[in-house]
């Protein structure tokens, strides 16, 4: 059998591997379904090919109300509801007015972001190692809150260029940080761009304001090797080819609610992997087992083809799963025919 490694590598390089590659992410209460019924470490019970961490933050992704009450607040200054489920929201923008100037940006060096982060990359060897490193845009509307931010791309586009450029910085200095840790195999940006039905923004605006800004942190990442995993909830099919030609190899999630993995396979898939694809807002929520089972078979089969394709529910796996689909999802995943 081959190395994770190579299994992952083949498929973006759109090479047939046989079996198709999969991924999982789970919030608490879909994490703890799991562990009852594959045991603890997830990761090695499920053989999963990629293995994803990130800096640490004082707002954790899951902050648990038990631990650290009904609000935090995340190392920008954005205050967040804290959830048993979830991840919570932003609740407390941290930039009321369209204004840097009395701002101080946290420092990207911290080391207390990169705590143990070298010993797990020695650690998970051997499989393919991405990091997260940031979010741009959307880190925008947590700080600026999403309504202020939209408006501010027409009212105040000199504080929405400044502001992204400062977070690219934030960001190109983690990246170069965690380059100095020791090897891996990508970077991961989270940033949601899309809605259920369109883009939050217009391309034109994506174009003006944030392409700029991912383009340095891709050639950062490109011009050292790694592969780019970029997130992207909702409906951004106006800009795929523009991350295409930044240097994208990976787009997550690909919610089948917003857009049409098999129609981006036919249009994209020579240029561009895809991970994602099963939905979690009808079939994994509302469907059967059988159901479940028959989709992951019909995404294997129809996606297998000429590679560069990741097997992953559209999103986080959430506490609304039932528990026999969410076995039904993983069993079928793993299963090598």
């Given at each position: 059998?081959?190395?994770?490694?190579?299994?992952?590598?083949?498929?973006?390089?759109?090479r047939?591997?046989?079996?198709?590659?999969?991924?999982?992410?789970?919030?608490?209460?879909?994490?703890?379904?799991?562990?009852?019924?594959?045991?603890?470490?997830?990761?090695?019970?499920l053989?999963?090919?990629?293995r994803?961490?990130?800096?640490?933050?004082?707002?954790?992704?899951?902050?648990?109300?038990?631990?650290?009450?009904?609000?935090?607040?995340?190392?920008?200054?954005v205050?967040?509801?804290?959830?048993?489920i979830?991840?919570?929201?932003?609740?407390?923008?941290c930039?009321?007015?369209?204004?840097?100037s009395?701002?101080?940006?946290?420092?990207?060096?911290?080391?207390?972001?990169?705590?143990?982060?070298?010993?797990?990359?020695?650690?998970?060897?051997?499989?393919?190692r991405?990091?997260?490193?940031?979010?741009?845009?959307?880190?925008?509307?947590?700080?600026r809150?999403?309504?202020?931010?939209?408006l501010?791309?027409?009212?105040?586009?000199?504080?929405?260029?400044d502001?992204?450029?400062?977070?690219?910085?934030?960001i190109?200095?983690?990246?170069?940080?965690?380059?100095?840790?020791?090897?891996f195999?990508?970077?991961?940006?989270?940033?949601?761009?899309?809605?259920?039905?369109?883009?939050?923004?217009?391309?034109?605006?994506?174009?003006?304001?944030?392409?700029?800004?991912?383009?340095?942190?891709?050639?950062?990442?490109?011009g050292?090797?790694?592969?780019?995993?970029?997130?992207?909830?909702?409906?951004?099919?106006?800009?795929?080819?523009?991350?295409?030609?930044?240097?994208?190899d990976?787009?997550?999630?690909?919610?089948?609610?917003?857009?049409?993995?098999?129609?981006?396979?036919?249009?994209?898939?020579k240029?561009?992997?895809?991970?994602?694809?099963?939905?979690?807002?009808?079939?994994?929520v509302?469907?059967?087992?059988?159901?479940?089972?028959r989709?992951?078979q019909?995404?294997?089969?129809?996606?297998?083809?000429?590679?560069?394709?990741i097997?992953?529910?559209?999103?986080?796996?959430?506490?609304?799963?039932?528990?026999?689909n969410?076995?039904?999802?993983?069993?079928?995943?793993?299963?090598?025919?």
């Open positions: 059998m081959m190395s994770d490694f190579d299994w992952i590598q083949q498929t973006i390089e759109h047939e591997t046989g079996a198709v590659p999969y991924n999982f992410m789970f919030s608490p209460p879909a994490k703890q379904t799991a562990e009852e019924h594959y045991g603890q470490d997830l990761e090695e019970r053989s999963l090919p990629i994803m961490n990130a800096p640490q933050s004082p707002k954790p992704l899951y902050a648990d109300p038990d631990r650290y009450g009904a609000t935090i607040t995340d190392e920008f200054g205050v967040w509801s804290t959830s048993k979830d991840r919570g929201s932003p609740i407390g923008p930039l009321p007015e369209p204004d840097l009395q701002y101080a940006f946290p420092n990207p060096a911290d080391e207390s972001r990169f705590a143990g982060l070298g010993d797990w990359l020695v650690r998970q060897g051997g499989h393919y991405i990091i997260w490193v940031g979010d741009l845009w959307e880190r925008a509307t947590f700080m809150g999403m309504e202020s931010i939209l501010d791309l027409v009212e105040n586009p000199a504080f929405v260029a502001l992204l450029e400062r977070l690219t910085e934030y190109l200095e983690t990246t170069r940080i965690v380059l100095g840790l020791g090897p195999e990508g970077i991961a940006v989270s940033d949601d761009y899309g809605a259920q039905r369109g883009m939050l923004m217009s391309p034109a605006h994506w174009r003006r304001f944030v392409k700029p800004c991912l383009a340095q942190i891709y050639g950062l990442a490109k050292n090797g790694l592969t780019v995993f970029h997130h992207s909830c909702g409906n951004i099919v106006p800009i795929i080819g523009d991350l295409i030609d930044l240097g994208l990976i787009l997550h999630p690909i919610q089948p609610e917003a857009m049409d993995i098999l129609s981006l396979k036919k249009r994209f898939g240029d561009l992997a895809f991970c994602g694809g099963v939905s979690t807002q009808d079939l994994l509302s469907g059967t087992p059988d159901q479940v089972r989709e992951v019909r995404l294997k089969r129809e996606m297998s083809p000429d590679g560069g394709y097997l992953e529910p559209g999103i986080t796996l959430q506490a609304d799963v039932p528990r026999a969410l076995i039904a999802l993983i069993d079928e995943a793993r299963r090598r025919e």
